[in-house]
């Protein structure tokens, strides 16, 4: 048994010299890869490139992986590992295992499949990506009973993760972080859905409700969780931990004066919007700059005029508010905006605000582009799966556009990684630097052969 060094570009059709082929006996070579391993087993020779590049080179430059393997290289498998064993989730799963379950669940997203048969049919007509992806061939039953059974906490643990992972990776550039906070339903109405959300219903929806905070700096949620379709929002908001020296935006149905307060003690900052039937005394008008008089039409210091706005209710900010009023255009009825911060322009606050549109266009670019609409389980967790699953896949393919093709808009990226799912990558621009960088990395440190 040996292993032969090939020249560069070789191809086993067209003619090698002899003289530029080396034998090398296999007992005084370390063969690492288990790619190496699988081809000594099969043929007793490994063939390797001698010109131009060493051997590690050689198997670096193998077949290139798929568009879907690429993007699942950002996902934290150790991590998510980790939580499978501490959740024992892996237990009496007959070899259906969790990770098998999420990859199935994100080819989904991805591919945009229908149903489950769909899902069924298409993933299983890529067998040769099955051992690379460490999965066998998915059964539509086996995955509806998972989605409908195992917890969905591991997927919520995981997505939290990757949450973080990417404010983190592109928060460096910022001083202070600025938070939206909202929520969005999803209905969900018929056979099988009633028996389980005609109760939570309110009057505008049935279904379930997704809370999000989302980091407008790095344009990615950073928390979320799931609700009743009548539970308040601010119920939810007031579980957050701020963040010091943040700045939060939020609509007026998250309207809490003492949950206002809590802004004080961190040291953090909010811009909302002040109820119609609120009572207030102004203290002083601020001078308005000519250039924004157009759009700012007053800019107050106000306070609350009641401590006790209702029986049995007490209310504990007690500081100063700026009162910020601005003109919409072909609309009579301005925007009156509340917020703790003093020193920012009055334009700033009004921009401040119109930020929040971010987060509605987040829901937006998910409930259109994402496997959302149709669902492949009707229970509540697999509701729940599936959401998170979608959220995963986003956090994915931001890191993928990050590291690759940052000038291409996300749904551009998603169209054509959706077209080519197990086609090969194409190194070129971002992911060809990258590789060549690995690539020279591992070279430096390998044993080169002169012949």
Same mark, same amino acid.
Request: hydrophobic share 40%.
């Given at each position: 048994?040996?292993?032969?060094?090939?020249?560069?570009?070789?191809?086993r059709?067209?003619?090698?010299?002899k003289?530029? @082929?080396?034998?090398?006996?296999?007992?005084?070579?370390?063969?690492?890869?288990?790619?190496?391993?699988?081809?000594?087993?099969?043929t007793?020779?490994?063939?390797?490139?001698?010109?131009?590049?060493?051997?590690?080179s050689?198997?670096?430059?193998?077949?290139?992986?798929? +568009?879907?393997?690429?993007?699942m $290289?950002?996902?934290?498998r150790? +991590?998510?590992?980790? %939580?499978?064993?501490?959740?024992?989730?892996?237990?009496?799963?007959?070899?259906?295992?969790c990770w098998h379950?999420?990859?199935?669940?994100?080819?989904?997203?991805?591919?945009?499949?229908?149903? @489950?048969?769909s899902?069924e049919?298409?993933?299983n007509?890529?067998?040769?990506?099955?051992p690379?992806?460490?999965?066998?061939?998915?059964?539509r039953?086996?995955l509806?009973?998972? *989605?409908?059974?195992? =917890?969905?906490?591991?997927?919520?643990?995981?997505?939290?993760?990757?949450?973080?992972?990417?404010?983190?990776?592109?928060?460096?550039? +910022?001083?202070?972080?600025?938070?939206?906070?909202d929520?969005?339903?999803?209905?969900?109405?018929?056979?099988? #859905?009633?028996?389980?959300?005609r109760?939570?219903?309110n009057g505008?929806?049935?279904?379930?409700?997704?809370?999000?905070l +989302?980091?407008?700096?790095?344009s990615?949620?950073?928390?979320c969780?799931f609700?009743?379709a009548?539970?308040?929002?601010?119920?939810?908001?007031?579980? %957050?931990?701020?963040?010091?020296?943040?700045?939060?935006?939020?609509?007026?149905g998250?309207?809490?004066?003492?949950?206002?307060?809590?802004?004080?003690?961190?040291?953090?900052? #909010?811009?909302?919007?002040? $109820?119609? *039937?609120?009572?207030?005394s102004v203290?002083?008008?601020?001078?308005?700059?000519?250039?924004?008089?157009?759009?700012i039409?007053s800019?107050?210091m106000?306070?609350?005029?009641n401590?006790?706005p209702?029986?049995? $209710?007490?209310?504990?900010?007690v500081?100063?508010?700026?009162?910020?009023t601005?003109?919409?255009?072909?609309n009579p009825?301005?925007?009156?905006?509340?917020?703790?911060d003093?020193?920012?322009?009055?334009?700033?606050?009004?921009m %401040?605000?119109k930020?929040?549109?971010?987060?509605?266009?987040?829901?937006?670019?998910?409930?259109?582009?994402?496997?959302?609409?149709?669902?492949?389980?009707?229970?509540?967790?697999?509701?729940?799966?599936q959401?998170?699953?979608?959220?995963?896949?986003?956090?994915? @393919?931001?890191i993928?556009?990050?590291?690759?093709?940052?000038?291409?808009?996300?749904?551009i990226?998603?169209?054509?990684?959706?077209?080519?799912?197990?086609?090969?990558? =194409?190194?070129?621009?971002?992911?060809?630097?990258?590789r060549?960088?690995?690539?020279?990395?591992?070279?430096?440190?390998?044993?080169?052969?002169?012949?």
């Amino acid at each position: 048994m040996s292993i032969t060094f090939l020249p560069l570009n070789h191809r086993r059709k067209s003619g090698v010299r002899k003289s530029n @082929l080396a034998v090398i006996p296999l007992k005084t070579t370390t063969v690492r890869n288990k790619f190496e391993e699988k081809k000594v087993a099969e043929t007793g020779n490994i063939e390797v490139n001698l010109m131009n590049a060493s051997p590690l080179s050689c198997f670096c430059n193998m077949k290139n992986i798929s +568009y879907f393997e690429h993007i699942m $290289k950002a996902f934290p498998r150790q +991590y998510f590992d980790s %939580l499978v064993q501490q959740f024992q989730a892996d237990k009496y799963s007959k070899g259906f295992t969790c990770w098998h379950q999420l990859v199935f669940m994100l080819y989904a997203q991805l591919a945009a499949v229908p149903s @489950l048969r769909s899902l069924e049919a298409s993933f299983n007509f890529h067998t040769s990506h099955h051992p690379r992806l460490g999965c066998p061939p998915v059964r539509r039953s086996t995955l509806s009973d998972a *989605n409908a059974r195992r =917890s969905c906490d591991i997927f919520f643990q995981v997505a939290t993760h990757l949450m973080s992972f990417v404010s983190r990776r592109i928060r460096k550039n +910022y001083t202070h972080a600025l938070y939206l906070i909202d929520s969005t339903s999803f209905t969900l109405k018929g056979r099988y #859905f009633d028996s389980w959300t005609r109760l939570s219903r309110n009057g505008f929806t049935q279904g379930i409700k997704l809370h999000l905070l +989302y980091n407008a700096n790095v344009s990615s949620p950073v928390d979320c969780s799931f609700t009743h379709a009548n539970v308040n929002d601010l119920t939810e908001g007031m579980k %957050l931990n701020l963040e010091e020296y943040a700045t939060y935006v939020f609509d007026k149905g998250y309207c809490d004066y003492n949950w206002w307060a809590s802004f004080e003690s961190k040291n953090a900052r #909010f811009v909302t919007r002040f $109820k119609d *039937n609120v009572s207030l005394s102004v203290i002083e008008s601020r001078i308005i700059p000519d250039d924004d008089k157009a759009v700012i039409l007053s800019d107050e210091m106000v306070k609350f005029k009641n401590t006790h706005p209702r029986g049995g $209710k007490r209310n504990w900010y007690v500081r100063p508010l700026r009162r910020v009023t601005v003109a919409r255009e072909g609309n009579p009825v301005p925007l009156i905006f509340a917020t703790n911060d003093m020193e920012s322009p009055a334009i700033e606050i009004a921009m %401040l605000y119109k930020s929040r549109w971010e987060i509605e266009l987040f829901f937006k670019w998910i409930k259109q582009h994402l496997k959302i609409k149709q669902y492949l389980g009707r229970s509540y967790n697999a509701v729940r799966i599936q959401i998170l699953t979608s959220l995963i896949a986003y956090l994915l @393919l931001s890191i993928y556009r990050q590291k690759s093709q940052p000038q291409k808009s996300l749904w551009i990226l998603l169209s054509e990684v959706r077209g080519a799912l197990f086609h090969p990558v =194409s190194f070129d621009g971002g992911l060809a630097r990258e590789r060549r960088r690995k690539t020279n990395l591992l070279i430096d440190k390998q044993l080169v052969f002169h012949f």
